[in-house]
């Protein structure tokens, strides 16, 4: 691969602020990561990946994550159609969670044409557990309201009901299957 495209490409890539790297196709052992970012380093949690072009997709991700992504990949090449996908990696003593996007583009070094996939990720980690604490929240006032004395129903902005307890089950003689849904 030219060196002097090598070089563009990474500055390209660590102007980036999300985590960004450029995967070349299958070249015997793997796929080979041509260049990378700080922020791919942290995502992968590998301080030190050595030079690019030298380090394989394979290698950089947990194996139970592995082969989800390797399999997208795959994909992305043989369809060169973006993919997007919600991956979770722990480290040490911490879970992150990562949106990745796989974008195909062509490269034309030295008047060879070759596709490359673009992975881009997010840290979604903070969204997973606001999500994770809004389910948990939402099931303990389940247990509360369906362990309540009282009739609870509640309704929509459309006058539908889209809450109805055991209590209100008994005191007006319909089941929450029967009832969710309608009108008030």
């Known amino acids: 691969m030219n060196n ?5 490409l990474q500055q390209f890539v660590d102007g980036i602020s999300s985590s960004v790297a450029v995967i070349a196709p299958p070249s015997g052992w793997g796929f080979p ?6 922020n791919f380093i942290e995502m992968v949690g590998r301080p030190r990946l050595g030079r690019a072009g030298q380090a394989y997709i394979e290698t950089l991700f947990p194996t139970y994550a592995r082969r989800e992504l390797v399999s997208k990949i795959e994909q992305c090449f043989a369809t060169l159609e973006p993919i997007e996908l919600e ?20 490269v034309d070094t030295l008047g060879q044409g070759e596709n490359h996939v673009l992975l881009s990720g997010i840290d979604i980690t903070a969204k997973m557990r606001l999500l994770k604490d809004l389910e948990v929240s939402t099931s303990r006032f389940r247990l509360v309201v369906d362990a309540a004395y009282d009739a609870i129903v509640s309704i929509d902005h459309n006058h539908r009901i889209v809450l109805f307890n055991r209590s209100a089950e008994v005191l007006f003689g319909y089941s929450r299957e029967e009832i969710l849904g309608k009108g008030i």
Do not use: M
């Open 4 to 8: 002097e495209w090598v070089g563009s």
């Open 33 to 38: 990561v041509t260049a990378w970012n700080a």
């Open 87 to 106: 991956q979770a990696y722990d480290f040490a003593d911490e879970t992150h969670w990562w949106r990745l996007s796989l974008k195909p583009f062509r």
